[in-house]
T-cell receptor, first 112, second 116 residues
């Protein structure tokens, strides 16, 4: 959901480990969800998306899980690499408006 | 993949001046574009929805007279920050949609505005 924080929560993982980034959304009518990766000074980069008629979707090294009952979304990154270090945002969309509402974001730090 | 170009990537201006930021879809026609603002260590906040050939739709709390949006063609939307003040300093990001069902949004690389 729409959320603004004074600072971003940080997840620190060891290189090679799996990462799980969580997101809670607010609108039960949202039917499309996207995870974005944002590196410093750049625009968001699409990672993976999922529709509300699914509860899991896999991509290359990434998996998104959707739990509509508790309005929770997670992004799993397998074998996390240093290049995965960035801020990750979930975004939700309702209907066909294409208007995205971004979550507050999580900073992922990968320790070598 | 689709590319959205944003220009300039970085601008510094004096307080009271106006700054124009351009967002272009390079290889597709974008019926709808969106403008976001992002303060340091915060999330993207939607400012407005820009529709080609019609007035932009602004989110609550965003001053339409201060943030002028023009979407005169299917490949270009502009955001003009009028009478900029230091509190307008932020990272501005645009995104574009082809307008087809289930289409992904494509984001520009952002514009860092610093108002002195």
């Amino acid at each position: 959901g729409e959320s603004v924080g004074l600072h971003l929560p940080t997840l620190s993982v060891q290189e090679g480990d799996n990462s799980i980034i969580n997101c809670a959304y607010s609108n039960s009518a949202s039917d499309y969800f996207i995870w974005y990766k944002q590196e410093s000074g750049k625009g968001p980069q699409f990672i993976i998306d999922i529709r509300s008629n699914m509860d899991k979707r896999q991509g290359q090294r990434v998996t998104v899980l959707l739990n509509k009952t508790v309005k929770h979304l997670s992004l799993q990154i397998a074998a996390t690499q240093p290049g995965d270090s960035a801020v990750y945002f979930c975004a939700e969309n309702v209907g066909s408006s294409y208007k995205l509402i971004f979550g507050s974001g999580t900073r992922l730090l990968v320790r070598p | 993949g689709a590319v959205v170009s944003q220009h300039p990537s970085w601008v510094i201006c004096k307080s009271g001046t106006s700054v124009k930021i351009e967002c272009r879809s390079l290889d597709f026609q974008a019926t709808t574009m969106f403008w976001y603002r992002q303060f340091p260590k915060q999330s993207l906040m939607l400012m407005a929805t820009s529709n080609e050939g019609s007035k932009a739709t602004y989110e609550q709390g965003v001053e339409k007279d201060k943030f002028l949006i023009n979407h005169a063609s299917l490949t270009l939307s502009t955001l003009t920050v009028t009478s900029a003040h230091p509190e307008d300093s932020s990272f501005y990001i645009c995104s574009a949609s082809r307008g087809t069902t289930n289409e992904k949004l494509f984001f520009g690389s952002g514009t860092q505005l610093s108002v002195l």
